[in-house]
């Protein structure tokens, strides 16, 4: 019953290289977010959505972009990816409004080489 | 904005023992704080949440105490069994922000058969 699905689970990119991860949700939530997850750092927001072609920027924004066409998909792109964006990608998403958490994708581990 | 800090980082107990876990958030509106348990190469899964007009929830092992005076919220384990090793997030929503959480930095704990 994965509600949360990112499309790859490990990937290996070049520096320099653009980069898509893929986020989709099937449960009608308006929210998504998109984190990185750091040994000893937490998690750590890069953007989130609201709504359908809305963004906002969270903590640590810089070098990253997000698009959000259709309710249910957030896409997290690296513009240039450097060897400092290597890390845990996290998608969540939770509905708006009401106390909920979020539920999370199972992880993007990002290498860039 | 909000901000979590969590304590300790790690934590180590005797299988049988009881593991407490401590939040603190700095933002008086946070109105809602639930927990996440995250085992090795997994997502973080939601185990508990608790809402600013409760006082204490329990669920089975583990309960969660609230106190909104001190702004702090702690997660509490008894009777600890080997899965319950893993890393545990606490995270405070305020109301006012698009139902986004703020995450403290995590607590691994190692639960010794």
């Known amino acids: 019953d994965v509600k949360v699905t990112q499309s790859s689970r490990y990937l290996v990119k070049r520096t320099g290289e653009k980069v898509f991860l893929e986020c989709v949700q099937d449960m009608d939530h308006e929210n998504m977010f998109w984190y990185r997850q750091d040994p000893g750092l937490g998690l750590r927001l890069i953007y989130f959505s609201y709504d359908v072609k809305m963004k906002e920027k969270g903590d640590i924004p810089e070098g990253y972009s997000v698009s959000r066409e259709k309710k249910e998909r957030f896409s997290l792109i690296l513009e240039s990816a450097s060897t400092n964006q290597t890390s845990m990608y996290l998608c969540?998403?939770?509905?708006?409004?009401?106390?909920?958490?979020?539920?999370f994708g199972s992880g993007t581990r990002l290498t860039v080489v | 904005g909000e901000n979590v800090e969590q304590h300790p980082s790690t934590l180590s107990v005797q299988e049988g023992d009881s593991a407490v876990i401590k939040c603190t958030y700095s933002d008086s509106a946070s109105n809602y704080f639930p927990w996440y348990k995250q085992e090795l190469g997994k997502r973080p899964q939601l185990i508990i949440d608790i809402r600013s007009n409760v006082g204490e929830k329990k669920d089975q092992r583990i309960a969660v105490t609230l106190n909104k005076t001190a702004k702090h919220f702690s997660l509490h384990i008894t009777e600890t069994q080997p899965e319950d090793s893993a890393v545990y997030f606490c995270a405070a929503r305020p109301p006012y922000n698009f139902n986004k959480f703020y995450f403290g930095s995590g607590t691994k704990l190692n639960v010794k058969p």
């Open positions: 969540a998403s939770n509905p708006r409004g009401v106390d909920y958490g979020y539920t």
